[in-house]
């Protein structure tokens, strides 16, 4: 059996944001990769054509992920920017319904340092859904960073301890993105592909790389 990583995020377009880079050259290697995506979208934002602007988020979604080789996308429907109005036992539910169908090693989610109220109830969500009982399929948890949120909770620094190399996956990371046309924006917005090149490169120069991803590992088991 192949080895398989879950992303686990709130939103469509986190998943890139955070980890495709990674996640594209882990599927290079041989793994299958999966994607839940646990918010609907959009309705934060949007006052009017609400279903006409949530079908093009998933149409977007489908693209992206199928663009780096996603095997597939599970995707729920909790209220965007309001998973505090949810319990949070629900939302476990979810994490971990998907987590046993999948039987992933690597889990991939948010930090729970995020601005974001929805990407610190999602790390807290799947923390929960993999406490390291005997049995338990997730050998390790990484948190990543997502542009306009890691960085805007000011006091709380993203600080990660663990780097992928992205040099070869990078511009997949960038036409994915691209697939997001509803959620791209102009630089010097930080969610821009001017943005996600110039994280990359900054995250890369950390530790000798061209490009990478940075993690804050949440739990490794070897």
Aim: glycine residues 4%; hydrophobic residues 40%.
């Amino acid at each position: 059996m192949p080895k398989r990583v879950l992303i686990v995020a709130a939103h469509a377009d986190d998943e890139v944001l955070g980890c495709f880079g990674t996640v594209a050259g882990l599927i290079d290697e041989g793994y299958e990769a999966y994607t839940l995506i646990l918010g609907e979208g959009k309705s934060a934002r949007e006052e009017e054509s609400l279903a006409e602007a949530q079908s093009e988020l998933s149409d977007e979604m489908k693209r992206a992920n199928a663009l780096i080789g996603i095997k597939e996308v599970f995707t729920c429907r909790f209220r965007d920017n309001r998973f505090d109005s949810h319990d949070l036992l629900d939302i476990i539910k979810e994490v971990e319904r998907i987590k046993e169908l999948i039987r992933p090693e690597i889990i991939f989610t948010h930090s729970a340092h995020d601005l974001n109220i929805d990407h610190r109830i999602t790390a807290e969500a799947v923390l929960t859904a993999t406490r390291p009982m005997q049995n338990e399929c997730v050998k390790s948890i990484y948190a990543f960073e997502v542009l306009s949120s890691s960085e805007w909770n000011f006091g709380k620094a993203f600080t990660p301890d663990t780097y992928f190399d992205i040099s070869a996956t990078l511009q997949k990371k960038l036409e994915a993105m691209q697939c997001y046309a509803s959620e791209l924006r102009k630089a010097p917005h930080p969610r821009s592909l001017e943005g996600i090149r110039t994280l990359s490169a900054y995250r890369g120069m950390q530790v000798g790389y061209s490009h990478a991803e940075a993690f804050k590992t949440l739990r490794a088991l070897r």
